[in-house]
């Protein structure tokens, strides 16, 4: 009798028990999800990202990094994607800190402008470079007279993504100083006298060797707004390259 009850029991007490260990495994898994929702450190978060440093250390041993972004790696295959392939030594050395140079200024422009919430549709960003395409001497700068845009690139170690992205950013910050202007223009233009407006446009003309000053008292003021506030933006967001040797030592690996 006693056998024939422990027969019963049995399957019932093993459904119990494998039934209590699935509802604490979801308990704790809940538990850990909901903390990392909350941003709270878990012990295998911990060891996710020793690993990662870990991983990025030796990276670095091998000398596959250049540097690091906001704690993310930039790797030289990146920096060498789509250089001519005669760039070597020196002239490599330079292509590389251009376009980490490059990706920083991306970076900063990036999390400011989405910080306000702009974006730039991607059909502005590919006309502008159709536009460069047709017409090379709107991007061509005062120490270059690039013939197409392929020289242009080539010439200062640039893909056509990189390019992309500085339109990106261009075209972002432009939107951003308009609504400023629009917002702040009345508050802004009580400040200046005729006479301080007359100044303003008399040096910028002779500062970038213009052979008329400006004479609209709104555009004057508008060109010096934007101009300030643009400048303000870069120091705003506040990015950190860490040279790879800082990263080993900060991080003792």
Sequence with gaps: MHEKKLTVLLPVCAAVVIALVIGLRMIVLSHINDNAAKGKPQDSDTGANT??????????????VAALINGEPVCLKDLDKDLPQATAGPRLDYAREQRVERLVNYTKAK?????????????????QIEHYKETPTDISCDCCHTESLGEHLELHFMSLDELGRIIETEKG??????????????????????????DISRRYAEKHKEKTAEKDRTKILE????????????SEIQNTVIPVEKFLKKEKI
Excluded: N, T
């Design 51 to 64: 690993a990662s440093k870990h991983d990025i250390a030796q990276d670095i041993r091998e000398g596959k």
């Design 111 to 127: 999390m400011f402008l989405d910080k306000h919430g702009i974006s730039v549709p991607e059909k502005e960003i590919s006309a």
């Design 173 to 198: 910050i432009d939107v951003y100083l308009e609504r400023k202007w629009q917002a702040e223009r009345s508050a802004y233009s009580a400040g200046f006298s005729d006479k301080d407006v007359a």
């Design 223 to 234: 060109r010096k707004f934007k101009e300030e506030k643009k400048k303000e933006i870069l």
